[in-house]
């Protein structure tokens, strides 16, 4: 199986660093696109003007992808968001494409050390109606456009 890694170039602040920051997602396939529900992304966007622990902002400069994927959606924007559970503060990122008539597509996870068996279409869908109906759940969520 070819490995594909999205290296992910946030803009660097000024005021703090000299060069700009990455992240890097492994590649997830799988037979069908793993959407993400329509209407997450805004409601997300909503509740983090009054959540404190729900950050979201614009940084994404650039999405590389390093190897051949198997399927290469030509992307519209990228959106990257990181999570972590309060119970068990395991750390969770997803680099999120959005396609043309596919709408937002999971592409990539991040620790790469995640099992990626465990996400499914309803692990996710679960995971997001948690992220938006139970944000008390999660000690941070960090919702970040290109």
Not at 61 to 66: A, G, K, P, Y
Not at 72 to 88: A, F, M, Q
Request: proline content about 4%.
């Amino acid at each position: 199986m070819n490995s594909v890694i999205y290296k992910v170039i946030f803009r660097a602040h000024q005021q703090f660093e000299t060069k700009n920051l990455t992240l890097s997602f492994k590649n997830i396939e799988f037979e069908k696109p793993l959407s993400i529900p329509l209407k997450f992304i805004l409601e997300l966007k909503k509740i983090s003007e009054k959540n404190n622990h729900i950050i979201n902002f614009q940084n994404i400069e650039e999405v590389l992808t390093i190897g051949n994927p198997t399927v290469d959606y030509p992307y519209n924007y990228y959106l990257v968001i990181l999570y972590t559970s309060k119970s068990d503060t395991k750390k969770i990122g997803y680099l999120i494409g959005n396609v043309k008539n596919l709408g937002d597509i999971i592409i990539g996870v991040w620790p790469f050390n995640f099992h990626i068996k465990e996400i499914t279409e309803d692990y996710v869908i679960k995971t997001c109606n948690d992220i938006i109906e139970n944000p008390e759940k999660f000690s941070s969520i960090c919702l970040i456009t290109q």
